[in-house]
């Protein structure tokens, strides 16, 4: 998999309609950046200095989705290795919960502060379990979601247009043998 991590220099972004002109085209990229790395509608559109129904039609728009494969790749690099590093952090208490059991610490009646330990039940196993798995998906999904992107296939939507229109001329001819006279 080879990864393109954007460097605004190189890279001269389409300028999607809407947007003033005097956005730069680092400000520009930065919220895409920023989109993508999970900033909310309005403050993507504050920094675009658009109104937030207006960032909705430019998401839509080709140049946006040009804009949004271009940020991806350093999107899940850094995603990517965020999530290896939390990981790694979850699987380390993790294994010493399973290992050593869980400490609770309490304070009784008289104030005085307790620890008592104990095992992990089968059922907090089983959980533990559970979770990891669903997790791991998560994760193999991100790291895998490059192979998985579409891509804009014109033939493909060509032959989908003409099913659809040949679906549609035959509906139309069909209904209007069986419709009754009004």
Request: aromatic residues 4%; charged residues 30%; negative net charge.
């Amino acid at each position: 998999m080879t990864t393109n991590v954007v460097n605004i220099k190189d890279f001269v972004p389409p300028r999607p309609k809407g947007i003033p002109d005097h956005i730069s085209a680092e400000v520009l990229v930065e919220a895409v950046r920023g989109w993508l790395m999970g900033d909310d509608h309005a403050t993507t559109a504050e920094s675009l200095d658009i109104s937030i129904p207006k960032l909705f039609s430019l998401q839509r728009s080709p140049d946006w989705r040009t804009l949004m494969n271009f940020c991806r790749d350093e999107f899940q690099l850094s995603v990517g290795a965020r999530m290896v590093r939390i990981e790694n952090k979850l699987l380390d208490k993790i294994e010493a919960y399973v290992d050593n059991g869980c400490t609770l610490t309490f304070v009784d009646e008289k104030g005085r502060l307790h620890e008592t330990s104990r095992e992990i039940t089968p059922k907090e196993a089983v959980s533990i379990a559970l979770m990891m798995n669903e997790v791991n998906k998560r994760v193999d999904k991100v790291r895998n979601q490059d192979a998985t992107r579409k891509t804009f296939d014109p033939v493909g939507l060509i032959a989908k247009l003409e099913r659809m229109a040949r679906v549609a001329e035959e509906k139309e001819v069909t209904g209007s043998a069986t419709r009754e006279p009004d």
